[in-house]
């Protein structure tokens, strides 16, 4: 994923930002890429960039809000999820069992 989409769905149009952006989708993506059973030297896949894409708007949005359950001030409340992929959930998994990633975790037991 590319810090302009990140930029253009948050409508930034300066530059003052880009550091701590491109740390958001790297980590983002780094997550997302652990998540798909994928290499380092792996991309994320394109059909699932809107993953990364919408990761890291909930990770721009909750800044300084790090490691907050939720937020209230003056009438407004905001709950955060544990994690931030929770409601990926699914497509992940989907990507995975298409793509042959079976998780190892899977159990099963070994008699010998």
Known sequence: MEISYLKTKQQIKDDKRDDILKLI???????LR???????????PEQLDYIA???AV??????ANEGMSSYSQEGESITFSA???????????????DNGMKDNMSGGFLFL
């Open 25 to 31: 989708v790297k980590n983002t993506t780094q997550a």
């Open 34 to 44: 652990f998540k798909l059973g994928l290499k380092a030297s792996e991309k994320v």
């Open 53 to 55: 894409l919408e990761v």
């Open 58 to 63: 909930k990770r721009y949005n909750r800044l």
């Open 83 to 97: 994690n931030d992929f929770d409601e990926f959930t699914n497509d992940i998994d989907a990507w995975k069992d």
